[in-house]
């Protein structure tokens, strides 16, 4: 029997497709996988991860027994870090229960700004009727069908947010 092919192949989570990719970089910071960064709000909580990043998994030195595990150290917003302090042990919960393994043992904040994270985009709205009249009547003198459809596409889709950013 096959198995059902979803209807958008190329349609995957980002996250699937940035990981294989940026875990060397992460390995340097103590990060065997990108996970804990990828995933800091679902392991956290938008309410947590809103106040505070992950910064580096520090690994003790190779001196000492293999099973001693590592510390996370996290950047936190200076007026949220006693609450994180106060939250710690189950945020090592949480971060241990999404690796599959007790690698967290202690939670080492750092205070400071976040670095920035680019906000929600907006969805943009569909033209409106008039505005497609509008763009089809610009280049209407093309005698290319697919570049004057194309170009119509692009000239609704122009209009349509200067209209939305004129306020009107």
């Known amino acids: 029997m096959r198995a059902k092919r979803s209807k958008d192949p190329w349609s995957r989570p980002i996250a699937d497709l940035v990981g294989p990719i940026i875990d060397p970089a992460l390995a340097r910071r103590g990060f065997g996988k990108s996970d804990v960064i990828l995933y800091w709000e679902e ?7 809103a106040m505070s990043q992950p910064i580096k998994l520090q690994w003790p030195p190779r001196g000492r027994a293999a099973a001693t595990p590592a510390t996370l150290i996290v950047r936190v917003e200076t007026g949220f870090a006693l609450e994180l302090q106060h939250l ?3 945020v090592v919960e949480r ?15 750092k205070q400071g700004p976040l670095e920035p994270r680019p906000g929600p985009r907006r969805r943009s ?3 409106t009727p008039e505005i497609v009249k509008a763009a089809a009547a610009a280049t209407g003198d093309i005698a ?3 570049l004057r459809d194309a170009l119509t596409r692009l000239g609704a889709c122009v209009l349509t947010r200067s209209q939305r950013e004129d306020g009107g």
């Open 43 to 49: 392991i956290v909580g938008a309410r947590i991860a």
């Open 88 to 90: 710690a042990g189950i």
């Open 95 to 109: 971060v241990n229960a999404h690796l599959g393994w007790r690698c967290v043992y202690r939670l080492l904040l």
């Open 125 to 127: 709205e569909p033209p």
């Open 144 to 146: 290319d069908e697919a």
